[in-house]
C-alpha cells in the first residue's frame, strides 16, 4: 500500500472499490443509478438504457478524498469499451485532490446498439497517479526542436 484514500458510502449497498487482481492498477466503480439523465430509456428493474451516441452520468454513491500531491483518473474499462462501445466521454476524467463530492461517471454510447446498464454494473475504473505542478516562466523565445512547430502527423505515420 502507498497511500490511504479516505471514502465515504454515500447510500446503504454501495459497492466498495476493489482491486479485481494482484496485478491491477485500478479498482473498479459501480452504478448506483438513484439519478442520471432522464433522455434515457428507464429500465423497470431500475436499470437504465443508454442510446447509441447518448452520454450519460452515472453517479457512483461514493465520495473519496485523495492525498495531495495525488490524482484520481476514471477510465473506460476495456471490455466495456472494445465489446459494446461504452466509454467514458473525457477519458481520464481527473478527480483533483481537493475534490470531496461524489464521484460521477460521464459515459458515452459510441455503438450502434442499446447498452443496458443496472444498479451495481461496474461501468468505469479508477486509477491514481501522482501529479506534476509546474512553474511557469515567461520568456521571449523557446529553444529549437528538430520537430519545431510541426503539428498532427508532422512525425509521420
Known amino acids: 500500500m502507498d497511500f490511504v484514500v479516505n471514502i465515504k458510502m454515500l447510500y446503504p449497498g454501495v459497492n466498495m472499490p476493489e482491486y479485481k487482481s494482484i496485478g491491477a492498477s485500478g479498482v473498479d466503480l459501480s452504478a448506483i443509478l438513484y439519478g442520471f439523465d432522464f433522455n434515457n430509456y428507464v429500465i423497470p428493474d431500475g436499470g ?6 447518448a452520454i450519460i452520468k452515472i453517479y457512483t454513491g461514493i465520495s473519496i478524498r485523495i492525498p495531495e500531491g495525488y490524482e484520481g483518473q476514471i477510465r473506460s474499462r476495456s ?29 458515452i454510447n459510441l455503438s450502434k ?36 512547430a510541426g503539428g498532427f502527423g508532422s512525425t509521420g505515420k
Open 79 to 107: 471490455g466495456l469499451a472494445v465489446n459494446h462501445g461504452i466509454c467514458v466521454v473525457n477519458s481520464p476524467g481527473t478527480i483533483d485532490s481537493d475534490y470531496s463530492g461524489e464521484l460521477i461517471v460521464g459515459l
Open 48 to 53: 437504465v438504457e443508454v442510446e447509441p451516441g
Open 113 to 148: 446498439d442499446y447498452y443496458s446498464i443496472d444498479k451495481y454494473d461496474r461501468i468505469a475504473q479508477l486509477v491514481f497517479a501522482p501529479v506534476a505542478r509546474a512553474e511557469f516562466c515567461n520568456v521571449t523565445e523557446l529553444e529549437k526542436t528538430v520537430r519545431g
